[in-house]
């Protein structure tokens, strides 16, 4: 996002050709996207709101928006140039740009809301779109049908059908031009993803989900999440999805959160002439209001009094440019989350400032009631905001594949330590895949009945403070499981430095809360334990080693409380710290827990100051691992990448459909790039899309993985910017950040 200026601003410099329509994501977390939008008209950095403007009433003349703010789209209507023979044959002429001065992206609505709000239009299918070509559009808009949420199934799904007729048409008229395909479909979730599911078929380069105006006038957001789950997961990723006449700045970080990469409202001048205020806490009336909820450049010179004052046009005028500045401030804030892969906790704190917001919030991260649960007993049920927010009915489920879509695209590894929310901290879409991921591949050491010790009631590091008990306990108990209570859940004690488990910044009583005895035993099945009995020790005491002996003993585990050679510690340390590499080789890198033994059965390691692993040596010398302190994580080496590929045995597994979790125990996943590649790849030049011929399915954002050529050679390992399905389809960006350089390694 540009800077605020005074002064004149230069014009846009247009895109290469073969860039023009490409679109390419440069950050993420998650869903949501941080892309740039390549066109004639310069680069359009998403997320963007392109404000509305009437050419006919410019509440904020578009040359300022371009210089002051540096808004780098807006869109205008078509049907509304069309209808005014001054305005048409002013852009004819001299194209749209000229007509209302503005030198950056201009996308073009065809009246499609205009027959909402007026009725039908009187204009063709083709018409509309020529003429949007014809006056020198960037991105134009089909003539779509518009679906209302009051319209019968019947209906809607007629609407639906009437837009996909015309869409061979339109494209055939756009030639060149960039043309929006509308997602319509009403609020029924089959017709929403029939219809992303046509339209993605065809040949767009946007696609709008339309019909949703009414829908957020109503304060319906729990309709609106629903028609961006059953909508966003069926489009094509390479594709920008803009929310059709959605402006509030309250609802852009879900929705961002959910895919959104564009939004346009006519919000900021419409609020203005009704002296309405927009804010990412709701909406204000002007003469309610005391004090600037937000405090803008706008309105730094200005009392809410005297603006009070103001005649009609001047006060419209100043509370446009306090909304559009409030809005763009709060895109600004979504645009941070996303960089610091906290767009979810930003959403969780949005979801608070409206009911219908927060209900649709709930909606989305709480998981249904099982099908099989009576009406009665829900009836008897106290339930907390999270219980009353579930499903209950049938088909409650149905929206759970759609939610997984979301929270499998989570990156999990983060440098930053995780902020407690409350309970909504639990529901965060990484948190979820952090969980998911641990008790997927993470296995105990033994499969029959074992007894498990629980540290609880302090926050980490644990290392220092428990190394010393767990190394005495494992020399006489070596079959007992020893896991650490984090707010997040369980984990293992041999991963006690996990991010996001072991970086939870919250209050103290956080880790000092009573534990559930019945859900702990329930999250101990989940890791795969068959647990006999569960001890709690609480790691807050003093004199740790001898309060862990009185409850062993008390339970029967022991006879006599710890006493143990400590020359034998040495060697129990080095069984821990081998431990620990296996796990993160299993958990992070997907390797199957016997090859992970296997590799690191003959390696050493060098110690940091602080007593952690920083560097795993093969047998040979190598360094081959490093423990990440940052975050918990684990970095291989070029020989390191060399040795764990070596041991896979299976081809590139593409023929399956994405799934975070396919391929178990094959290690990281095999990304296949063209023999035009190979060269870069070799001499530690990132991946880029369009070179790409397969990939393994279970590629994720965030995650290590393999590069190969065409014939099965390791020539390179990186990071992936990209899912599995996005590294097939995006023509445009990174799609592997390569963290390797064989060309000297290997000479």
């Known amino acids: 996002m540009t800077a605020w200026m005074s002064g004149q601003r230069d014009d846009p410099t247009p895109c290469r050709e073969s860039d023009r329509n490409k679109f390419e994501v440069v950050a993420r977390d998650g869903c949501a996207r941080i892309g740039k939008l390549h066109t004639a008209h310069g680069v359009l950095e998403t997320p963007a709101l392109l404000p509305v403007i009437n050419p006919n009433i410019r509440t904020i003349e578009p040359r300022e928006m371009w210089d002051r703010y540096g808004i780098q789209g807006l869109i205008t209507n078509s049907y509304i140039i069309w209808k005014h023979d001054d305005l048409k044959q002013h852009a004819l002429e001299n194209g749209v740009h000229d007509l209302i001065n ?3 992206v201009i996308m073009t609505d065809s009246g499609t809301f205009q027959s909402y709000v007026y009725g039908d239009v009187e204009v063709g299918v083709e018409e509309i779109v020529e003429f949007q070509r014809s006056i020198g559009v960037d991105i134009a808009t089909m003539l779509d049908v518009f679906s209302r949420p009051d319209m019968t199934e019947d209906d809607v799904k007629q609407a639906v059908e009437t837009t996909i007729e015309r869409c061979e048409a339109s494209l055939k008229a756009a030639e060149h031009v960039m043309l929006n395909g509308p997602i319509q479909g009403g609020i029924y979730r089959d017709l929403r993803k029939q219809s992303a599911i046509r339209m993605g078929a065809f040949d767009f380069s946007i696609h709008p989900i339309g019909g949703i105006v009414p829908i957020m006038e109503k304060h319906r957001y729990k309709d609106l999440a629903k028609i961006m789950l059953a909508t966003i997961g069926e489009l094509p990723p390479e594709r920008p999805r803009h929310m059709f006449g959605c402006g509030h700045p309250m609802l852009f970080s879900m929705l961002i959160a959910l895919g959104a990469d564009l939004f346009d409202s006519a919000a900021y001048a419409l609020f203005a002439r009704d002296n309405r205020l927009l804010s990412p806490q709701g909406t204000y009336r002007l003469k309610d209001i005391h004090s600037w909820p937000e405090l803008v450049p706008s309105v ?11 005649n009609d046009e001047d006060r419209t005028a100043l509370l446009a440019r306090y909304n559009l500045e409030v809005t763009l401030a709060e895109l600004s804030r979504c645009k941070q989350a996303v960089h610091e892969g906290t767009i979810w906790q930003l959403a969780e704190q949005r979801s608070h400032q409206h009911p219908a917001l927060r209900e649709a919030f709930l909606w989305l991260t709480t998981r249904p009631f099982p099908s099989g649960l009576s009406s009665e007993f829900l009836q008897d049920l106290v339930q907390d905001d999270r219980d009353a927010a ?3 009915h049938p088909n409650g489920g149905i929206w759970e594949t759609d939610w997984s879509q979301v929270v499998s695209r989570q990156a999990i590894q983060r440098k930053k330590g995780e902020r407690w929310g409350g309970e909504d901290t639990l529901s965060r879409p990484h948190i979820i895949t952090a969980r998911a991921q641990l008790q997927h591949r993470w296995r105990p050491l033994s499969t029959g009945p074992t007894d498990v010790l629980v540290l609880n009631g302090k926050p980490g590091p644990w290392r220092q403070r428990c190394d010393l008990l767990v190394l005495r306990l494992k020399s006489v108990l070596p ?3 020893i896991l650490v209570q984090t707010p997040l859940g369980l984990l293992p004690y041999s991963l006690e430095d996990l991010n996001p488990f072991a970086q939870v910044d919250g209050p103290t009583w956080l880790w000092k809360r009573r534990l559930n005895t019945v859900l702990l035993r329930e999250e101990i099945h989940r890791l795969h334990i068959n647990a006999d009995r569960i001890l709690i020790l609480d790691i807050g005491q003093d004199s740790l080693i001898q309060e862990a002996s009185t ?11 710890l006493q143990v050679d400590d020359s034998h510690l040495p060697q129990l340390r080095d069984d821990l710290r081998r431990r620990q590499v296996v796990d993160k080789l299993v958990v992070l890198a997907n390797v199957s827990y016997s090859e992970a033994v296997d590799l690191v059965e003959s390696c050493t390691y060098i110690i940091g100051g602080t007593g952690r692993v920083k560097n795993v040596i093969d047998k040979h010398g190598n360094h081959i691992l490093s423990p990440r302190l940052a975050d918990g994580g684990l970095s291989i080496t070029d020989r390191g990448s060399m040795t764990i590929y070596g041991r896979r045995s299976t081809p590139v597994l593409d023929d399956k459909e994405y799934d975070p979790y396919a391929g178990s125990g094959h290690g990281p996943p095999l990304l296949v790039v063209e ?8 001499r530690g030049r990132n991946v880029f899309h369009g070179f790409i011929i397969k990939c393994d399915p279970w590629l994720r954002a965030g995650q290590t993985c393999f ?3 065409e014939h099965g050679k390791l020539i390179g390992h990186g990071l992936a910017q990209c899912d599995a399905d996005e590294a097939l389809r995006f023509r445009k960006g990174i799609a592997v950040r390569t963290r390797s350089d064989f060309s000297k390694t290997f000479k």
């Not at 409850?551 to 409380?561: A, W």
């Open 102 to 104: 503005y030198p950056g």
């Open 300 to 310: 730094v010179d200005w009392t809410p009094e005297a603006v009070r004052k103001l």
């Open 390 to 392: 579930r499903e209950h």
């Open 479 to 481: 079959e007992l499981e």
């Open 551 to 561: 409850l062993l003993i008390k339970h029967g585990l022991l006879e006599e409380p």
């Open 675 to 682: 023999q035009d590649a190979v060269e870069f790849v070799l």
């Open 707 to 709: 590069i190969v050529d």
